[in-house]
Every structure is written in C-alpha cells, then in structure tokens.
C-alpha cells in the first residue's frame, strides 16, 4: 500500500495493509477518530510534511503495541469531510501543505 499514490488505494489494500501489523511509526500513524484537538492532528500532518511523508489511517484503532486491530470500524462518514482535514491543515501550518485526502 505505501507503494501505491493515495488514489490507487483501495478498502481491500487497507485491510490488507492492516493485517499485515505493521507497528505506528515514523511514516504510519493509526487513529480510531479525529482527535478531539485538531492540533493533534495538524502536528502528525506536518512532521510527516517535514520527513518522509506518510499515511495516517484515521478509523484504524492500535493495541498497546501500537499495531493496527483488525477488522478495520472505520468511522462515521460525516458531510465534508475532506474540507475538514483540509480546513485543519490550513489553519494550523504555515507555510500550508496540501496533503492527499481520501475517504474510503
């Protein structure tokens, strides 16, 4: 999957991706929701901006190992909610990076 552009990616590559176990680092951050601060989420996005890129599986819950839990339970899609990704980046890095958003 990491292989792949953000577009190519597709559910089965994400449940795939996830079984696989591959623990939360530097390129990968897992996230069961939107973090109830956004600030959290605009400081994950930018030092990914900052190293090597990433991906960050938001729906995707962890275990104490910090690996993904399989099945995948995703979360609630809520209108617009690429522009709220969009919108946190915007308002909390500077200078502003767009960054690939897919809702699957």
Sequence with gaps: ???KSALEI???DLEHFCQEAREEGVLIDYKADFPPDND???KTI???AN???GVILIGVKEDSQSKP???ITG???TPKLEERIYNIVLSHISPP???EVIIR
């Design 46 to 48: 930018s030092s990914m």
């Design 97 to 99: 990076i767009i960054p």
């Design 40 to 42: 959290k989420l605009a």
């Design 75 to 77: 979360i609630a899609f």
């Design 10 to 12: 597709n559910w089965q």
């Design 69 to 71: 839990i399989s099945p």
């Design 1 to 3: 999957m990491l292989g």
């Design 51 to 53: 190293t090597y890129g």
